[in-house]
């Protein structure tokens, strides 16, 4: 057993591995690129509110801090649709009872780090890992005078998400080493809906909202403030795209056009939209993530995914309570530890990876399709009457934690293969919702 | 129009393409990493034998230079196979009069470089690129000293190979770089058989003879000197692997009972073996490859692939005569010219390198299958009966420089799918050797 863990990256997986650790014994030590952000004002505009949901909150609630994160969660129960004609439609995520939450990432950061510390981990900020000595197992760090430290480890985790500094060090220092990174030719914008003058919210409270228009799409998803954080996702190139609204007259004639209902409750659009930043959306696919027994990496380090399966930190927690019950499994034997948390996470890794790139497509263009919607409620109702038979892809990425990752992507495809020929019944007419049409759908399952 | 243009790499493609732009009437200085291999013995042990082709082939004529290479280039009609069990089969690359040419890469770039100076570059040798500063247009070499030398560029080509030092400046310093390098879990390690006591070829001369055997295989072409240049392609792990075969008596035993007639005509397997190098096989696919009108990557630099459809050479020196063509079409304005440049042959470069990676399985494994053999025949008579209309896919690929390498990935695929019914029957004892049948191939085409 070793006694000493240094992990890099005090952000939302690093802290939650930190208490993972903790509560075994390990002492923890974590290097955070930035300053802390419960001390100094973070930058704002370049956050898309998270998602929270069953994968998630099983990893907080085994640490036993749910009830306290819950505190600063908004339930969603449903996708409510915001179409260009001005109509509206609402889809709920799930069965009654089910539903994902809305949490502002700084909230959870702060709250994590509070709890990472109270479970004995040392957070030192304004490191920034400059060069890892694999073989002297020694990290450099810049710090804020941007002087050199240089420390020790003994068990190094890289948790500093898709740009991690941790994996480039691992990356250009191994042989043979395979990496995929893969820009989306969007990029992401953060706007805000502000509260109503007595403070409440002025669209409904518990959905996520999106405007889909074809080839981009809004979102907007509530605080507790009773203010929504809002992302455009927007081509960087074209008409239209980020580069193309170049003033504010062609900002507010696109949105007043596009998003109506949205344009009328946004006051400082202009501002944001010109101040705030462009992010890009990118995927990490690279192997391997560990070292033998002295590294892994974890979360977005390992796997940026793009944010349209609401599964970026879901995942990363869940990476944390695998590692955590391999630690119990092989009794602290890191090498056994570390061989199989990559053998179990790699493949989920990378399903969720294209179910996010898939879900964009979806979540844009399909969601204000009739068919689409149409296949939607006949699999809800499947998945009603024959739960352990038809679970619908959402269901089993969002709320189905037993299944993993790569077993939900393989049974989503199949069961969309299942379904085409009976869409394409319904859609000439046929009448679906009894029990002898859904029985020959369940038959072939 | 740019007078002076500067090149990262001397290698094949770097030297033909400051010939080509020499012709043009271009200054071109070129900067090399390593010595001048005319003067200094190369090292060796780590080169595949180049098979030029039809696209290489119209590449060098178009600078009237192929006279000069085909001197020292070994004709090979066909592929000669050994099998495990002893018996040999032979199969004819194309048709009658068609042939791949093997040639040392030694031999070949030091040619270049000497055509290459005789049309007017300046080649400078130990100059390491450390780091380009894309807006100063200038570049920072170490030199021989490890002095660093700053030279100013107006129009730059990176054709420094599978690793460019070219690609990483411009991808570390580029927005939302598409990236991936993957590598298969295969190595490859140069080894030799002899020229025969008497000076003469021990094997068949001109054929480049294959072992395939399943999981890996042996390959040797033949050099001018009567020796051949064996590569074994081989996995890095596993049984039997580069780890396995860990002493001089396990790989005696593997290579007398796996490569028996092989293993007869190789004296100098152990020493070769164990003191060779172990290279690996990497493909790397990227975008852009360009900088508006200053900077283009050519050659591996922009696509590195797998060796085993021959034809990573004959890529980048047809690179080299596409983008002359353009000079041409839009009269020297770089802007214009490296835009369709890209726009052309980045299709190109991803289709090659699927067929690349498509082509190891073939040739280690299906040019030992029944099927896959006889359906080669058939093939090669449809494309005597009906030369227009069908063309095997390698010939698409090695004979046919006027079809592009996309095209002839997609035609290749839909030729397979044609053909397999056609080869079910055929597998059941159909009589496939007359008029009847072939048209009812043509007629699906």
């Keep these: 057993m070793k006694k000493n863990v240094t992990i890099i990256g005090a952000g939302l997986v690093g802290s939650l591995l930190s208490i993972y650790l903790g ?47 819950r505190k600063i969660c908004i339930p969603m129960h449903g996708r409510f649709i915001h179409n260009a004609d001005g109509s509206s439609a609402y889809q709920a995520y799930g069965k009654e009872g089910q539903y994902i939450n809305s949490v502002s990432r700084g909230e959870l950061n702060r709250k994590l780090m509070d709890l990472a510390e109270a479970k004995g981990a040392n957070i030192h900020f304004h490191h920034s890992c400059r060069h890892i000595d694999w073989k002297e197992r020694c990290i450099e760090f ?93 081509p960087f190139e074209g008409e239209p795209s980020f580069a193309s609204l170049d003033n504010k007259e062609k900002l507010d004639k696109f949105f007043r056009e596009n998003f109506t209902d949205a344009y009328s409750l946004m006051p400082d659009l202009g501002d944001e939209f010109f101040h705030n930043p462009t992010s890009s959306l990118v995927t990490v696919r690279c192997y391997p993530w560990i070292r033998e027994d002295q590294f892994a990496l974890i ?15 879901n995942c990363g927690f869940e990476d944390c309570a695998v590692l955590d019950a391999l630690i119990g499994k092989y009794d602290h034997d890191w090498g056994a530890i570390l061989s199989e948390y990559q053998a179990l996470r790699k493949p989920d890794g990378d399903a969720i990876a294209e179910l996010a790139l898939n879900n964009f ?16 409620r006949i699999e809800a109702k499947l998945h009603l009457l024959y739960p352990e038979k038809w679970i619908p892809a959402y269901s089993q990425v969002t709320f189905s934690p037993g299944i993993r990752y790569s077993e939900a992507l393989s049974r989503g495809k199949s069961q969309d293969l299942v379904m085409q020929p009976f869409m394409d019944e319904v859609m000439n007419g046929a009448d679906w919702d009894n029990e002898a049409f859904l029985q020959r759908i369940i038959a072939k399952v």
Aim: hydrophobic share 35%; proline share 3%.
């Design 142 to 234: 810049d710090n804020r005078d941007n002087d050199q430290v240089v420390e020790n480890f003994e068990l190094l985790f890289g948790s500093d998400g898709a740009y991690s500094a941790a994996r480039l060090q691992h990356q250009l220092q191994h042989d043979r080493f395979q990496y995929d990174q893969y820009y989306i030719d969007f990029g992401y914008k953060e706007l805000r809906i502000p509260p109503a003058a007595d403070g409440s919210f002025q669209m409904e409270k518990n959905a996520l909202h999106i405007w889909p228009r074809g080839n981009y799409m809004l979102i907007a998803l509530p605080n507790v403030d009773g203010s929504f954080t809002c992302t455009l996702f927007f």
């Design 23 to 69: 509560r075994r014994g390990y002492k923890v030590n974590v290097y955070e690129r930035r300053g802390d952000m419960r001390r100094t004002e973070i930058t704002a505009g370049r956050s898309i509110n998270l998602a929270l949901s069953d994968r998630g909150i099983r990893a907080l609630e085994e640490v036993g801090i749910m009830e306290e994160i």
């Design 299 to 313: 979360g977005d380090a390992a796997h940026a995914i793009v944010p349209f399966f609401g599964q970026g930190m």
């Design 361 to 376: 497509v979806e979540m844009r263009d399909k969601v204000a399709d009739k068919r689409f919607l149409q296949q939607k």
